[in-house]
Nanobody, 119 residues
Framework: QVQLVESGGGLVQAGGSLRLSCAAS????????MGWYRQAPGKQRELVAM????????DYVDSLKGRFTISRDNAKNTVYLQMNSLKPEDTAVYYC????????????WGQGTQVTVSS
């Protein structure tokens, strides 16, 4: 059974930082690209960042480059999202995803973790 369990969300003031974690089980972790998506109220879910299985390739939505960093620790089956200089518009539920192919669609989703940035 595949499980992706996010943690690290919470309430933070604008300008602050958070690090999200996603612990994976039930998949060959290093063979899967991992992603972070987010969904704000009333909006569609959007890709935030993606990282390849071995961590050699990363992609970010242009608007977040320089503030957010995705990384992974294959020994711990965990992917991270470091979020700095947070803004109120970053408020959303953040989801972890796993997919067999880097350019494909997610095969699995986590349950999401709420991030709220106050002004």
């Amino acid at each position: 059974q595949v499980q992706l369990v996010e943690s690290g969300g919470g309430l933070v003031q604008a300008g602050g930082s958070l690090r999200l974690s996603c612990a994976a089980s039930g998949i060959a972790f290093s063979s899967n690209a991992m992603g972070w998506y987010r969904q704000a109220p009333g909006k569609q879910r959007e890709l935030v960042a993606m990282i390849s299985g071995r961590g050699g390739a990363t992609d970010y939505v242009d608007s977040l480059k320089g503030r957010f960093t995705i990384s992974r620790d294959n020994a711990k089956n965990t992917v991270y999202l470091q979020m700095n200089s947070l803004k109120p518009e970053d408020t959303a539920v953040y989801y972890c995803s796993a997919q067999r192919f880097y350019t494909g669609s997610p095969d699995y989703w986590g349950q999401g973790t709420q991030v709220t940035v106050s002004s």
